[in-house]
């Protein structure tokens, strides 16, 4: 139980947000905790998108899983003190908006076709 | 403590977390949902403190406070958009997903990420989203849940969706714990303070601006010198006068603005180092617009099953009066 009286202390310290020049090297674990954070929501987009029926909420969780795939690039990019990990996720970004730019199109069709946005209204096309 | 670390305590703790999740996805009976968000937003909570303990464990400098709020937050978030029966409320709920991943990344130190988060996906992607929503939404919703669509009540395979789910997710987090013990440790000495040799328009009027340098005075002339007019890993910088004399002023004097900081470093990043990067994404960008725009216009031919509900679904407010 020590080691929790001295995780709530040190977490109560406060912030640093470094703004200037590289920041502080980042601990392992401290790494450890970004990307478990990062793959409970990929998993909790994964899941979200094969459970849900409707077309507009399965995309949403194609995003879930993208901004999952953000946390880990940034987190792991501060662990190595490089930038490059920053750079990759303005490219996940930029996909994720043509992503949802034409997937909408493509669910205002769909609807407009079946008047439902029930994924399971285009069964059929399993074949 | 070594046994309550063993990682085996955290996959207990994840499959519990699964059970939550499963509990909560919307289905017929309804009744379990609540129960299933408690669970898993206790089960989440543990799965921090377990990381917690380990890291204290390992003699490692804890995230602080902040980090295990946003995450909460986050995964409380992204759990209610794929619970959540209204899709409107799903979208607004993965807003607040959003918002706390941007600070996230604040606590990261990527502040420019953070905010083109916000702008882009808060601002821009979502509303599309919910413009959608809108548009695409049969009845006008009341407050009754009764008018709500059966296919967003009633989830699909919610068992067989959450095992695939945390199976996933427990080899994703097997490798992680065993992947980042094997990671280079972090460069001694990053390359930050160089990138100051790249900005001497930067230097010079922030110079000037603390009366360090004055009018006739300018960055010493590199080939004169033989060497660089400003080393920021040594913290010189080199100036000249009108007569040629060489002053070096030293980091101790330096203004406190005079730092390199992440937005610059992550700007040469994107545009020096990756330059073809950008190109490509105005391409997909301009072909994703192309293609909504073509998909769009295409005016659809209603078959004659959604031809024949959407006239009945018209008459019948007229049979009723």
Redesign the interface.
Same mark, same amino acid.
């Given at each position: 139980m020590a080691g929790l009286v001295e995780m709530v202390s040190v977490c109560f310290g406060g912030v640093a947000l470094a703004q200037t020049g590289y920041p502080a090297e980042m601990h392992r674990l401290t790494l450890d905790h970004y990307m478990v954070v990062s793959a409970v929501m990929f998993a909790i987009g994964l899941i979200g998108f094969l459970t849900r029926r409707n077309l507009i909420i399965m995309f949403l969780c194609t995003e879930l899983m993208f901004q999952a795939s953000g946390i880990a690039l940034v987190a792991l990019g501060r662990y190595h003190l490089d930038f490059t990990g920053q750079t990759f996720v303005i490219f996940v970004l930029t996909v994720a908006a043509a992503e949802a730019a034409m997937a909408l199109a493509l669910v205002v069709l769909l609807f407009r076709r079946r008047e439902s946005l029930d994924a399971e209204e285009w069964s059929e096309l399993n074949g | 403590?070594g046994l309550l670390t063993h990682p085996y305590v955290?996959y207990a703790l994840?499959a519990l977390?699964g059970v939550g999740?499963a509990l909560a996805?919307p289905r017929k009976g309804r009744g379990y949902q609540t129960l299933g968000v408690l669970l898993a937003a206790t089960v989440?909570g543990l799965?921090?403190?377990w990381?917690?303990?380990?890291?204290? $464990?390992?003699r %490692?400098?804890?995230?602080? =406070?902040?980090?295990?709020i946003f995450?909460l937050i986050?995964?409380g978030g992204? +759990?209610r958009?794929?619970t959540h029966a209204r899709?409107v409320y799903?979208?607004l709920y993965?807003v607040m997903?959003?918002l706390a991943?941007a600070g996230?990344?604040?606590?990261?130190?990527?502040?420019?990420?953070a905010f083109?988060?916000i702008i882009?996906?808060a601002g821009?992607?979502l509303i599309?989203?919910l413009f959608?929503?809108m548009?695409?939404?049969?009845s006008p919703s009341e407050s009754d849940t009764d008018v709500l669509?059966?296919?967003?009540t009633?989830?699909?395979?919610?068992l067989? $969706?959450?095992v %695939?789910?945390?199976v996933? =997710?427990g080899v994703?987090?097997s490798l992680?714990?065993r992947g980042?013990?094997e +990671?280079?440790p972090?460069?001694v000495n990053?390359p930050?303070?160089d990138a100051l040799a790249d900005m001497p328009r930067k230097v010079e009027n922030a110079l000037r601006q603390a009366r360090l340098m004055t009018e006739g005075e300018r960055l010493a002339d590199e080939a004169q010198l033989g060497d660089v007019a400003i080393d920021g890993r040594k913290g010189l910088i080199h100036v000249q006068g009108v007569d040629g004399k060489v002053r070096t002023i030293e980091r101790k004097d330096w203004p406190g603005d005079l730092?390199?900081?992440?937005v610059e470093?992550?700007g040469?990043?994107?545009l020096r180092?990756?330059p073809g990067?950008i190109e490509i994404?105005g391409v997909?960008?301009l072909?994703?617009?192309l293609?909504?725009v073509v998909?769009?216009r295409?005016q659809?031919q209603?078959?004659e099953d959604?031809k024949a509900?959407?006239a009945e679904r018209l008459a019948a407010p007229g049979r009723n009066s």
């Open positions: - | 403590m955290l994840l977390l999740i996805l989440g799965v921090m403190v990381l917690g303990v380990r890291a204290t $464990a390992g %490692a400098p804890l995230p602080n =406070l902040y980090f295990y995450s986050a995964l992204a +759990l958009v794929i899709p799903a979208a993965f997903t959003i991943s996230l990344f604040l606590i990261l130190s990527a502040e420019f990420m083109a988060l882009v996906y821009a992607i599309t989203y959608v929503i548009l695409a939404t049969q669509m059966a296919y967003d009633q989830a699909r395979e919610p067989a $969706a959450t %695939a789910g945390f996933l =997710l994703l987090s992680i714990l980042t013990g +990671l280079a972090p460069p990053p930050g303070q730092q390199v900081k992440n470093l992550l040469f990043n994107l180092d990756h990067s994404a997909i960008l072909m994703a617009m293609g909504a998909l769009s295409k659809v209603m078959d959604a509900r959407h």
